[in-house]
């Protein structure tokens, strides 16, 4: 069974940091690229980032490139978003997904003052 786990999710403040991560599970987590995607309260469904098999490549959004990093480690079966001068705007829950189409659970992220 496919299990993706995020955690790491959290209340605060503008400008501030938080690092999530997801525990895959059930499937080869090595062979796959990961993704993070957001949904904002009442909107649709947004790509944060993405990383490859190996960790040495990562695309991002426009809206979070120079803030967010995306990495994995693979003996962990572990990936992570490391998250930096966070905004309101990017207060959503944040889920972990695999290419071939696996979501896991999500983590609120709240960015407020």
């Known amino acids: 069974e496919v299990q993706l786990q995020a955690s790491g999710g959290g209340l605060v403040q503008p400008g501030g940091s938080l690092k999530l991560s997801c525990a895959a599970s059930g499937f080869g987590f090595s062979d796959n690229y990961m993704s993070w995607v957001r949904q904002a309260p009442g909107k649709e469904f947004e790509w944060v980032s993405t990383?490859?098999?190996?960790?040495?490549?990562?695309s991002y959004a426009e809206s979070v490139k120079g803030r967010f990093t995306i990495s994995r480690d693979n003996a962990k079966n572990t990936v992570y978003l490391q998250m930096n001068s966070l905004k309101p705007e990017d207060t959503a829950v944040y889920y972990c997904?695999?290419?071939?189409?696996?979501w896991g659970q999500g983590t609120l992220v709240t960015v407020s003052s």
């Open positions: 990383i490859n098999r190996g960790g040495d490549l990562a």
């Open positions: 997904a695999t290419a071939s189409g696996y």
